[in-house]
């Protein structure tokens, strides 16, 4: 079953790829890979990447491999390696039988090193990291030889090989390309291939004390693995022609370099560097914190993966930077969650609401659909009684005009129950609600009546003597500004880290409740959309808000 050639692709890559399939370029195959380094968890900016490369090799007949690049071993660790792997199957992603890793051809790097020596294409170089920058010269000023250039070849490998042997110090030499110290692009001034590091590593552990740097290696990567298109984020378009280069010296596979723009999202930092110091320096409790743009906190803040791949689709592949409104992400995410979640009844900031005509000790079970827009979802029963609570928020003493739900002499709807209408109240020494009165018609049940009669206002409620006490974390954006590097000078991002970025309240909550499971989703009617935290307990079931329920795209779209 393979999918037909189309005859023009959604963006520019898949137009190229179109054309390599129709010019039979490496036979018409094609082989792309998603390429993390594992010192950090995924985020959202990796989704986008890892839909495009997936969604290449799906879309014509290919494969794509999921490679970690662990070449720095310092900050890499299983523990990054475990998160990617959970997220790139979770996002719904098949890449095959085994992760592949740049670490198992650290020999095969080597000899290919050994190669370009042979070829006086590369050398030992002594300068220090000062001196080499130094030396290095910038845009408008040309640079010099190193000293070390012109060492001859048997030197060069017999210094290589003690590097390799771990003779010398870290810092104390590195291994250079020998290309061009005069070139526009800083990048050929004889970029380093190896840096020196007593490092352990979290696969290879201690058996190499040289690591490839990612220029070199990458594309070493990319041709051991036949990949076809390496596609990857624009600031590595001036690094190019020294992939080509490394790739032309050694007469190997030469996979095609592609660059497309990364996404940006408003109100939210996608480096993980940042991300590093958002965990480490405990603003918020860890990689997979709701709060995070992980694809760990996106999952227990309740996205989907269909969401999230639906997000990439739309904001789709571009070579200009851009930056996309986080309300795109939000519509998503409630668009599929309307699909699927199932509705319940939770009450936040109650006031008791007491039905004087309403039988003492009957528990009425209201039938109630689970989700109106899925028949499949089945129905539940809700507990109705006497006493019931409703939100603060849904009864005025002093309505205004429009105002369309409780208040003195007004009849609503509550929903999945009775109409009500509203007798008297009253009020604690410091004027607040605390209760109110209402009778009910009987002929109401499950809400609605056959006399015609006009009910505008639906309020929900949960039974007094039937809820139970549910916790919220009401989070709001980790960031107060669409660019959260939008700072003063001495400042960094951390200066625009919403104070407010949660709120937890104890609400009370549908005893339906009581059994669920972390990741479940629901929507709160009238209040968001949310998801069952990993911390929850039959005790005290929590959720976090993954969504408000109004949607602010269309508005935005409407102003630009
Ligand atoms: P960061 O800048 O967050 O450290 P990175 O590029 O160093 O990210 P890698 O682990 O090297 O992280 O990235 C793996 C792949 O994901 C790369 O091919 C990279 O281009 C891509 N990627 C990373 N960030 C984004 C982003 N914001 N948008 C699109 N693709 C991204
Ligand atoms: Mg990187």
């Known amino acids: 079953m393979s999918n037909p050639l189309p005859e023009k692709g959604n963006n520019f890559i898949e137009d190229i790829i179109i054309e390599d ?4 370029k490496n036979d018409g195959k094609v082989i792309t890979r998603f390429p993390p380094e594992p010192n950090g968890y995924l985020h959202i900016g990796h989704v986008k990447s890892i ?3 997936f969604g290449l090799a799906e879309k014509f007949n290919g494969k794509c491999n999921l490679r970690f690049d662990d070449t720095n071993p310092e ?9 990617i792997i959970e997220d790139v ?6 890449y095959g039988e085994k992760e592949f890793y740049a670490s198992d051809y650290f020999q095969q790097m080597y000899d290919y ?3 370009l020596i042979k070829k006086g294409k590369a050398y030992v170089c002594h300068l220090t990291a000062e001196e080499m920058r130094q030396y290095r010269g910038t845009l408008t000023v040309s640079g010099k030889d190193s000293p070390y250039r012109n060492r001859s070849v048997e030197e060069n490998l017999e210094l290589f090989e003690k590097m390799k042997n771990g003779e010398f110090e870290e810092g104390e030499c590195v291994l250079r390309a020998k290309i061009d110290m005069s070139s526009p692009n800083l990048n050929m001034r004889d970029p380093v291939m190896y840096r020196i590091s007593h490092a352990h590593h979290h696969r290879t552990k201690d058996k190499w004390c040289i690591y490839p740097m990612y220029d070199w290696a990458h594309g070493l990567e990319d041709s051991i693995e036949g990949v076809t298109h390496s596609i990857c984020t624009l600031e590595f378009e001036d690094h190019r022609p020294l992939y080509d280069w490394f790739l032309d010296q050694l007469e190997v596979f030469h996979p095609q370099q592609i660059e497309f723009a990364r996404l940006n999202l408003t109100y939210t930092v996608l480096s993980k560097r940042k991300l590093l110091k958002l965990v480490t320096e405990k603003y918020v409790n860890g990689w997979d914190d709701p709060r995070m743009p992980t694809v760990s906190g996106l999952r227990r803040r309740g996205f989907t993966p269909e969401s999230l791949r639906d997000f990439a689709e ?3 592949v571009a070579k200009s930077n851009s930056i996309v409104e986080i309300e795109l992400l939000e519509h998503c995410i409630r668009e599929d969650l309307n699909k699927r979640a199932e509705r319940r009844m939770v009450v936040v900031d109650p006031i008791k609401l007491i039905i004087t005509n309403f039988p003492e000790d009957k528990v009425d079970f209201m039938e109630a659909k689970n989700n109106p827009e899925d028949d499949n979802a089945g129905t539940r029963l809700i507990p109705f ?3 019931l609570f409703i939100q603060r928020e849904d009864f005025m003493e002093n309505p205004p005009q429009k105002y369309f739900r409780l208040a003195p002499g007004k009849e609503v709807r509550l929903l999945h129950g009775y109409y009500v209408t509203c007798t008297d109240f009253e009020k604690d020494e410091n004027g607040n609600i605390t209760t109110v009165y209402c009778t009910y018609d009987p002929e109401s049940r499950g809400g609605w009546t056959n006399d015609g009669r006009k009910v505008k206002g639906t309020i929900h409620w949960v039974s007094a003597t039937h809820c139970i006490d549910v916790k919220l974390n009401m989070y709001d954006r980790l960031f107060t500004k669409p660019n959260p590097d939008d700072v003063e000078e001495g400042e960094d991002f951390t200066a625009n880290i919403n104070p407010n970025s949660v709120q937890t309240i104890i609400a009370k909550g549908e005893p339906s409740l009581r059994e669920t499971k972390p990741l479940e989703k629901y929507q709160f009617v009238r209040i968001g959309y949310f998801c069952t935290d990993y911390d929850t307990n039959e005790n005290l079931p929590v959720f976090n808000l993954t969504v408000n329920l109004k949607d602010s795209w269309a508005k ?3 102003k630009n």
Do not use: P
Request: hydrophobic share 30%; charged share 30%; net charge positive.
């Open 21 to 24: 399939i129709k010019n039979n």
């Open 51 to 53: 839909c495009l490369n």
């Open 75 to 83: 900050k890499e660790s299983d523990e990054y390696v475990k998160s």
């Open 89 to 94: 199957k979770w996002l719904g992603f098949n």
């Open 113 to 115: 090193a050994v190669e």
């Open 314 to 316: 739309r904001i789709g």
């Open 385 to 387: 009684t006497k006493e």
């Open 556 to 558: 935005i779209q409407n």
